[in-house]
Every structure is written in C-alpha cells, then in structure tokens.
C-alpha cells in the first residue's frame, strides 16, 4: 500500500467544522484534567502490559488518515487540540506510522505545542520490505515524533518482519526502545501472527490486529493465545474508518447501553472491544475533539460482561 497523501485544506476543515464551536473552549494545559463539563461514572480503567504491569487506559488515539495533513497550519493547530483534549481525558498511547502520510511530523508539532506532554506512550512502526534500511526510518520517525526513544515500535503489517525483529530486540536490549510488537489489519496473516507469536524468541510484548463488533475472527485463536503467551494486544479499526459508527447511528441508542455508562454509539462500540479480556487498548482515530473526548470516556464506568457483549455483537449485526 502507498504511503497517504496528505488530506486538502477544504476537505479536513469541512470535517473539523462540525465539531463546533464549543470544542475552542479548553483548558491550556495538555494535562489539566478532563472536561469539567464531563461527568464520568468513575476512574478511569486501564488494563496492565502483561510482560510490565505497566497500566494502560483502554482507549488510545489513532493518526491513519486524521493526522496526515501536510503543512497546513490551521489543520495542524486542529490536531493539536485533539491531542491537548485526548491527553486532558486521560489517554495515553497515540499510534502512528511511516506509512500514514505526515501523520508522524504532525504528531511531533503537537506534542512540541502541548509541551511534550509526560503521560504520552508512544506508539510507531517500522514499514520498509529493506531490513537494512529499518534503523533509518526508525530514526527518522523518532526525530519527527521529537522524543527521546519510543515505547513501542511495531513492525507494521508483518512488512520483512524476520529482519525487522531482531534490530527491535537490539534496541529494546540496549534501552533505546521499551516494547516490541508486530501488526496486521482487515484479518490478513493471522496463521502468521499465530505462528509469530509461538515462536518469537524473545518473547513478543504487543501484537496489533483488527478486531470490533463485526470483525470478530481474532476471538477464535489470537486473543486466546495472546492471553496464555502474555502478549499485549491492541485493536485497530474499531470503526471500520467510521463506515460501521454510520451504519449504527441510523438506530436509537438501546437502553441497555447506560447499564454499562455509555451515552453514545461510539461508546459502546468501543466497550465491547475493551472488555474482551485478552485486549489490552483500542487505537480510535478522529480529527474532531468532541469525538475525541468520547472515544476516551469509553475508559471510564462499568463494562459489558460476556452476556451483554454477545447482546452488542448481535444487535450490530442485525442493523
């Protein structure tokens, strides 16, 4: 797949008009604490990186397509502020890719505006098929990013994976990296990922895959495995680049959707993904800060037990 180009001025600020005026009146600092408009039906809930413990919240932030806006300084300014507000929530991880366009350099503008804000867990990925040219391309999305290492980097859609690996495990060795992961997406490769997963010596930390209400394939051998090898696991289209948040929202919220605190359809897409146990965070991406401030508030309040969760599957399926 070629790299994005980046979205036109007219076309990213006809999507960020409707968030309203209401989205310009924020707290000035990235981590002021969220909304106070917000109520929240208690903490926040995160889930530990099985190998660490280290906590996680359950809702990341995604860039493909949303952040890769070139140089437009206004666009730029408007990712920002969907930074300043998903950090203000509580969110933590943002993922990104050299493959998405300017979505690396843009994240690096805002996290410079927001002054680099310390809860960040920064996620990229390695995406060259050359294995030698891999600690280039890593090097040069750390200087985009402005950071002194990443988190974790991820060899994204299994892209020369047998060479990328052991240059991720060397810098993990040498503390110039924390964790180490690979990524597929649309269900694509899972007998590979499966077969990474066993095998990878060292031990993977995060694996990332496509998994919502509709998408479900990863239940059957990924997630379980990934629970048993302590392997972390993020979600990727969540939404199906909003094609499935379209396809709900022609329906009424169902009253069961306040016994687990949602007060969207966003948000209850996104519990049903996060309350699979074996899931450690979903990656949500959007260019709107009200649309921001939802998806984290799917961090907050009770989740759908395994009842409730076949009751979500199936009602989405049926719309």
């Not at 809860?119 to 950071?147: C, D, H, M, N, Y």
């Not at 990443?150 to 892209?159: G, R, T, W, Y």
């Not at 060795?173 to 060292?202: C, D, F, N, Q």
């Amino acid at each position: 797949m070629p790299p994005l180009r980046p979205l036109d001025r007219r076309t990213f600020l006809t999507t960020l008009a409707a968030a309203g005026a209401a989205s310009l009146l924020r707290p000035a600092a990235a981590g002021a604490g969220p909304d106070p408009t917000t109520l929240r039906p208690g903490p926040l809930v995160t889930r530990p990186i099985p190998p660490s413990g280290e906590a996680l919240p359950l809702v990341g932030l995604g860039s493909w397509i949303t952040f890769n806006v070139g140089d437009d300084a206004a666009a730029r300014d408007s990712c920002a502020e969907v930074m300043r507000a998903f950090f203000q929530e509580g969110g933590r991880l943002i993922d990104s890719s050299p493959m998405y366009g300017s979505s690396q350099e843009v994240i690096g503008y805002g996290l410079r505006k927001l002054g680099e804000p310390k809860q960040l867990f920064s996620a990229s990925k390695v995406w060259t098929s050359s294995g030698s040219a891999g600690p280039a391309q890593i090097e040069e999305s750390r200087r985009l990013w402005g950071i002194p290492r990443f988190d974790l980097l991820e060899v994204h859609n299994l892209s020369a994976w047998e060479s990328h690996l052991p240059t991720l495990f060397a810098m993990k060795s040498a503390g110039k990296l924390r964790y180490v992961g690979v990524t597929t997406s649309e269900g694509r490769r899972h007998a590979e990922i499966e077969k990474i997963m066993r095998g990878s010596s060292p031990p993977l930390d995060f694996v990332q895959v496509t998994y919502n209400a509709l998408d479900r394939e990863v239940e059957e051998r990924i997630l379980p495995l990934a629970r048993e090898r302590r392997i972390a696991v993020i979600c990727n289209r969540p939404f199906r680049r909003g094609e499935l948040i379209q396809r709900v929202e022609r329906a009424p919220l169902p009253g069961w959707a306040a016994e687990i605190d949602c007060a969207n359809w966003a948000q209850v897409l996104l519990k049903f993904i996060v309350s699979h146990p074996a899931v450690t965070c979903t990656i949500p991406a959007t260019s709107r800060v009200d649309h921001v401030r939802q998806n984290v508030g799917a961090s907050y309040g009770r989740l759908p037990e395994e009842a409730l969760r076949k009751r979500i599957a199936d009602h989405v399926e049926r719309l």
